[in-house]
T-cell receptor, first 113, second 116 residues
Framework: AQSVAQPEDQVNVAEGNPLTVKCTYS??????LFWYVQYPNRGLQFLLK??????LVKGSYGFEAEFNKSQTSFHLKKPSALVSDSALYFC???????????FGKGTMLLVSP | DAGVTQSPTHLIKTRGQQVTLRCSPK?????VSWYQQALGQGPQFIFQ???????QRGNFPDRFSGHQFPNYSSELNVNALLLGDSALYLC???????????????FGAGTRLSVL
């Protein structure tokens, strides 16, 4: 079975500072990894994905994520946080050969002015 | 280009009732997946439809059923509602192809179901 862990319920960062939202995964075979963001009363918006290739993946709104196979991690990063980045962030995994997403429980990111 | 649309946005039902939620996929997409997101939790996979058939199913009871129509739109039906069925129900669409982006799922805004 596949699983995703997001160890932090909430991450607080000041505007302009770098941010990291952590994610680790467990899956058989090669993983497909995703980050989604959810704003209040909205659905999930796709940010970025890792399928294969470069371990550093760039996505929407200046976000990037680093895939680390040995640590089974896929941490979300941004060099300079904005107040508008405040939202709920979900990491998700699909096992190779499957097509359904398994999500973590989410991490609330709060960026203070 | 319309994204994934879901209706209704909110719904209030009482225990034991039945409910139907609807989803229209993003233009060009042929696969629809349904997820349940309880308060404070990540979305959990219910089932996925492709070519009008249920292709995969998560760990949900038979009270949860679905349908996909020839135009790729989909319905989620829940019978004999329980208080624990209160959640945000999300529909996601994708394209079942061998292209590199095949597994990106695009989500609708969801239907908030409250069971009293």
């Amino acid at each position: 079975a596949q699983s995703v862990a997001q160890p932090e319920d909430q991450v607080n960062v000041a505007e302009g500072n770098p941010l990291t939202v952590k994610c680790t995964y467990s899956v058989s075979g090669n993983p497909y990894l995703f980050w989604y963001v959810q704003y209040p009363n909205r659905g999930l918006q796709f940010l970025l994905k890792y399928i294969t290739g470069d371990n550093l993946v760039k996505g929407s709104y200046g976000f990037e994520a680093e895939f680390n196979k040995s640590q089974t991690s896929f941490h979300l990063k941004k060099p300079s946080a904005l107040v508008s980045d405040s939202a709920l962030y979900f990491c998700a995994v699909i096992a190779s050969g499957y097509s359904t997403l398994t999500f973590g429980k989410g991490t609330m990111l709060l960026v203070s002015p | 280009d319309a994204g994934v649309t879901q209706s209704p946005t909110h719904l209030i039902k009482t225990r034991g009732q039945q409910v139907t939620l609807r989803c229209s996929p993003k233009s060009g997409h042929d696969t629809v997946s349904w997820y349940q997101q309880a308060l404070g939790q990540g979305p959990q996979f219910i089932f996925q439809y492709y070519e009008e058939e249920e292709r995969q199913r998560g760990n949900f009871p038979d009270r949860f059923s679905g349908h996909q129509f020839p135009n790729y739109s989909s319905e989620l039906n829940v019978n004999a509602l329980l208080l624990g069925d209160s959640a945000l129900y999300l529909c996601a669409s994708s394209l079942a192809s061998l292209a590199g982006n095949k597994n990106i799922q695009y989500f609708g805004a969801g239907t908030r179901l409250s069971v009293l």
